[in-house]
Structure formats: structure tokens, C-alpha cells
């Protein structure tokens, strides 16, 4: 089943939820469904030619979303894929969790392995990814699933970081906790790693280089769900995907929750004005209207941000 909601209206059949709160920049947030019937749904990410692409990995595939029509897919043979991103060069990177690499594709559609071995052994299953401006790249790399674990390697769980000119370099070796979700924050000084396991969001500090230090804990004792993705708006807020959507500001204040029928996977900000927040659950893809534009480092913020 399908369902599609526009900018300019809502069908009589899209799911709407809505917060209002006085004083809270938070509370008028609407929920729309935009469409459902899928096997575990992750990354949404909006295209530079704005569109929206979703990965499927039970079913291989990455999904396609044109607004006002129906999601179709766009590739059925995606190795697995989850994590999935862009650069400031339009290049698309691939986190392919069944090939246990990282790939990337440029424009014309050539591929380049960028990650797949760690001093000799296979990658774990990169899990997600995001890039900065200036080309570094960093991923999460963890065992989810039994099929993964079995077939592991290496013995912890990893985040990574690839220079520009291409140098695979660990940044992290976690033994107890998975790391899941990953994001940078505004400027891309700081870099946010979600840790399914513990339920917690770890940061790190990033040099003009790229170069990851002063691993600490953020923010702690998530409830309620355990923490997939993770993003970051114009303000420093932070985004969890747990078992709804948590928002929690630069310094780890909890701000809001937002449930939703589902556990969220993952998400991503799009849309012309960056305000919109496309959220990823088990069957379905909600867009979350906010007050603040998302950061996007393959993007160029609205004029009005700049």
C-alpha cells in the first residue's frame, strides 16, 4: 500500500500527527506518512535533484521518491546496501552491508571501493556514513544480525574515516558497543556516533585535517528504544532515531520526543527550505515538518540560512 503527501496539501488518506505547545519551537510539529508496506526501511536521503532515496536492505534495494508520485525502486541489486550518502562533488557513497564495503559512484556511474579490509580482514558491515565538506569521509562499521556476527573477522565493532586522497584510517575500536548512526555537526568540527548497545550518543572532535579526538559520551540512558540514526540541524540539535524521534540540543539537553507508531531507523533532512525531516521505521517513511533547516553537508543551505 501506498500513500504520498505534497507540500501543498495532504490526501484525505495520509496519517497526520501534530504537537502544539506554547513557547516551544517544537510545538507545532506535524507527522505525515508517506508511504508503507516495506521490510525494515533505512537511510533516507535527499537527492541533489531532490529526490528522496531509501534503502531496503532485506530486499536489496534502494527506493526511489518523486514528490506527488508513487516510490519505485531504483536499484534491486544494492548488496545489502543501508547507509548511503552524497558529497559536495555529487559522488554517491554506499554503505553495502552483504559485500562488507564501502563503494563509491560518481556521476557517470563508475564504482570505486573505497573501504573493505581492515589490516587483512573483511569489513564487519558498514552500517552508515556521512561525508564532510572538505572530502573526509567517516563510517560506522558493526556485526548486526546473526549472519553478520557469524561471519565476522575482526573482533570489535569499528568507526572509520577515509581522507580525501583515499587512506582508510580507525578512528575507533569499541569491543562492547555497536556503533550505528553517524553524523557531523554544523561546520563539521564534531562528529556523533550513535552506540546501539549502551544507548548512548558518543562525540569526537575534528581537526581542520579530519582527524577524530576526544572520544566522550554525550548524552546517555537513552529510553525507550535503541538509538539508530542520527542527525543535526542549523542549530547543533540533535536528532535520535529510537523508538520514536528525540531531540536533544548541542550539550545533550533532552528537548522533545515525538513517538510514532514504529521504532525509527534512520532519517534525513530535505526538501527546498531543508526544514523537512524524513524519518525511516520498520514499514514506513514519515516527513516531519520543523522549525529549523537541517544541516546537509552536500547541500547549499537555503538563501535565506546563508
Known amino acids: 500500500m501506498y500513500v504520498s503527501a505534497g507540500l501543498a496539501g495532504l490526501l484525505a488518506a495520509v496519517s497526520l500527527f501534530a504537537w502544539q505547545q506554547d513557547n516551544d519551537p517544537f510545538g507545532d510539529v506535524k507527522i505525515q506518512k508517506l508511504a508503507e508496506g516495506y521490510r525494515y526501511l533505512d537511510s533516507p536521503l535527499w537527492t541533489p535533484e531532490r529526490r528522496l532515496l531509501f534503502t531496503e536492505p532485506a530486499t536489496n534495494t534502494i527506493h526511489i521518491w518523486n514528490p506527488g508520485h508513487k516510490p519505485e525502486p531504483q536499484v534491486t541489486n544494492s548488496n545489502g546496501a543501508r547507509g548511503i550518502t552524497f558529497d559536495a562533488q555529487d559522488r554517491f557513497y554506499i554503505c553495502e552491508s552483504r559485500a562488507r564495503r564501502v563503494v563509491r559512484l560518481d556521476k557517470k556511474g563508475k564504482r570505486d571501493v573505497l573501504a573493505e579490509r581492515w589490516e587483512g580482514k573483511r569489513l564487519n558491515g558498514p552500517n552508515d556514513i556521512v561525508v564532510r565538506k572538505d572530502g573526509n569521509v567517516y563510517f560506522t562499521d558493526a556485526a548486526f544480525g546473526s549472519a553478520a556476527v557469524g561471519a565476522r573477522e575482526l573482533d570489535f565493532h569499528g568507526i572509520y574515516g577515509i581522507t580525501p586522497k583515499g587512506e582508510l584510517q580507525l578512528i575507533a575500536k569499541w569491543k562492547t558497543g ?129
Open 178 to 306: 555497536r556503533p550505528n548512526g553517524i553524523a557531523l555537526s554544523p561546520q563539521g568540527r564534531h562528529l556523533y556516533v550513535s552506540n546501539s548497545d549502551e544507548r548512548k550518543i558518543v562525540a569526537f572532535d575534528l581537526d581542520k585535517n579530519g582527524a577524530a579526538t576526544n572520544e566522550r559520551t554525550l548524552i546517555s540512558g537513552i529510553k525507550g528504544g535503541v538509538p539508530g540514526g542520527i542527525r543535526c540541524d542549523e542549530k547543533g540539535n540533535l536528532y535520535v532515531a529510537s523508538k520514536g524521534l528525540t531531540i536533544y540540543d548541542a550539550q545533550g539537553k533532552h528537548l522533545r520526543d515525538f513517538p510514532l507508531p514504529e521504532a525509527a531507523t534512520n532519517m534525513g533532512f530535505g526538501e527546498g527550505d531543508l526544514m523537512s525531516l524524513f524519518v525511516s521505521t520498520q514499514t514506513s517513511i514519515y516527513r516531519v515538518r520543523l522549525p529549523y533547516q537541517g544541516y546537509v553537508p552536500y547541500l547549499n543551505p537555503p538563501q535565506a540560512a546563508q
